[in-house]
């Protein structure tokens, strides 16, 4: 009965990979979440086992200052940095209690390896013999799987026991799981490959999610040959195991990343062939103002899902660099284990990662480039088009435009010839005015001058007749008609005085009419 399995010296190891940066925000920019990782670890594992030191795991980082995330600790130029800040480079547990009198010890080994954040949790029960059931404790409600983790690169939970009593490996390996699943939430990963390390059996199991972070890659790796734990304690297989875990992360990730990146580049591709039977619509648009206003709103909006469509190719071009870079790196370390094998182990499993991502990820990520790069010169060739009938019907409208300002012009300089004229017609019609109002008041006064002159000589006329009136009186006229007798003095006052009159009054209008003369030359 697998009830009945018992194994010693268990042990979980969990190598989380967390993106440290954020290319999204720049060069080396550091992520919003990039301490979550940390975090975690100390938080909520820390307090789940009820482990002192991993709960103060913040004061032992050197991207911690007084228990707040600070990178700014880090060395940016290396491609790997411990970041623990004890001359151990590791921070050792205390052991703890856990139910059913388990004791469990370990250690935690936090770095960075280029832009990511790695660490190497181990949890053991050293030499302890326990039944394969106490396995649930290494990982109370799942809190060691990774959708407690999140680690945003995927993680691998590493598995180890020395078998005591068992009938088969595989059902051993298979108990094993099940036993540490200990998670309602997911179902248990399969097993999806085989192989032997050091001598020893080791099983794989995961989901085969594309989606890294929603993977559940555990290796169980179970004691067959008596030096496979020194192996394992020697020739740093731990650091190469790490780094080889760490680009199948990148690869797992990488690759991922291409299909969103892809399916993305499709998405627009669909977007912009849309907008296709516009052209069609415009053309047949017979207001030319509105016809080019349209062509440059089609033109905006091509352009602007052209440019993100050029963002995506650029993208997923750089994850097929970045993919072939990290493949060629997990090549190098796989090679470096396999120095260190034994004669009969068996690494295919590691081997068919290698095989994927060198003959079908690399190979899918070109043929999506290559679909997408020939969409790309079409939509170039779009906007082209787009471009030059925007230019045709913009010197039309440039045209139009000068035709109507030089009509306008001529209309405001007809406007104001006319203006000017009017106005002119209005100043001689004041001069007009001016000259007839002046011509009337010259004849009031002359008319003045005439009454004036009337009344002097009224006024004269008055004075001779008042001055040879005692002429009257000292010689009576006869008034019955007598030749013999001679002219009345007064008769003759009177006549004098008119002639006089007369004279004077000639001479004074000689004397205004040349004075007038005078003053119009």
């Not at 006229?477 to 007369?502: M, N, T």
Request: glycine letters at 4%; aromatic letters at 10%; a negative charge.
């Amino acid at each position: 009965m697998t009830e009945d399995y018992q194994i010693r010296n268990p042990s979980i190891t969990l190598y989380p990979f967390h993106l440290r940066d954020d290319f999204d925000e720049g060069f080396q920019a550091v992520a919003k979440n990039a301490q979550d990782l940390w975090e975690t670890l100390a938080d909520n594992i820390g307090k789940t086992f009820n482990i002192p030191e991993l709960q103060s795991l913040r004061n032992h980082l050197i991207c911690y200052q007084n228990g707040q995330y600070d990178p700014s600790g880090e060395d940016k130029q290396t491609d790997y940095q411990e970041l623990i800040t004890s001359s151990q480079k590791t921070l050792k547990f205390q052991p703890t209690s856990q139910p059913d009198n388990l004791q469990l010890n370990g250690s935690i080994r936090a770095s960075r390896f280029h832009d990511t954040y790695t660490a190497d949790l181990t949890l053991s029960a050293s030499d302890l013999t326990i039944p394969i059931t106490q396995l649930q404790h290494f990982n109370p409600n799942g809190c060691l799987l990774a959708d407690n983790i999140k680690p945003s690169l995927g993680q691998t939970l590493l598995l180890y026991a020395e078998p005591i009593s068992f009938d088969n490996y595989r059902r051993l390996a298979d108990t094993c799981i099940q036993a540490f699943w200990n998670n309602d939430r997911q179902p248990v990963p399969k097993l999806i490959a085989e192989g032997q390390l050091f001598g020893s059996p080791i099983f794989e199991y995961d989901y085969r999610n594309q989606n890294p972070t929603q993977q559940c890659h555990i290796l169980v790796w179970l004691k067959h040959h008596p030096d496979t734990l020194n192996r394992i304690s020697s020739n740093n297989f731990n650091d190469f195991l790490i780094k080889l875990l760490y680009f199948r992360a990148k690869i797992l990730f990488v690759y991922h990343k291409s299909r969103e990146w892809y399916s993305e580049g499709q998405r627009l591709t669909s977007d912009i062939e849309k907008e296709i039977p516009q052209f069609t619509k415009i053309e047949q648009e017979p207001d030319a103002e509105s016809r080019l206003t349209q062509l440059k709103q089609l033109l905006a909006r091509i352009r602007t899902k052209v440019f993100d469509y050029t963002k995506c190719l650029s993208l997923l071009k750089e994850h097929g660099n970045t993919l072939t870079v990290n493949t060629n790196n997990y090549r190098e370390t796989l090679e470096e284990i396999q120095k260190l094998t034994l004669a009969d182990d068996n690494l295919d499993f590691l081997s068919k990662l290698l095989n994927l991502a060198e003959h079908d990820h690399q190979q899918q990520i070109q043929a999506d480039l290559n679909y997408l790069f020939a969409s790309q010169d079409l939509f170039q060739q779009m906007i082209a088009t787009i471009r030059g009938m925007i230019e045709i019907e913009q010197i039309e409208s440039d045209r139009r435009w000068q035709a109507n300002e030089n009509q306008q012009s001529r209309q405001l300089q007809e406007a104001l010839a006319r203006q000017e004229a009017a106005q002119r017609e209005r100043e001689y019609q004041a001069q007009k005015q001016a000259k007839q109002q002046e011509a009337r008041e010259k004849k009031r006064e002359r008319r003045l001058e005439d009454i004036i002159f009337f009344v002097g000589t009224a006024i004269g006329a008055s004075g001779i007749f008042g001055s040879s009136y005692p002429l009257l009186q000292e010689s009576p006229i006869q008034w019955r008609p007598d030749a013999s007798l001679p002219i009345h003095p007064f008769v003759g006052s009177i006549f004098w005085s008119i002639v006089f009159g007369i004279a004077i009054g000639l001479v004074t209008l000689l004397f205004l009419i040349l004075i007038r003369k005078f003053l119009k030359s």
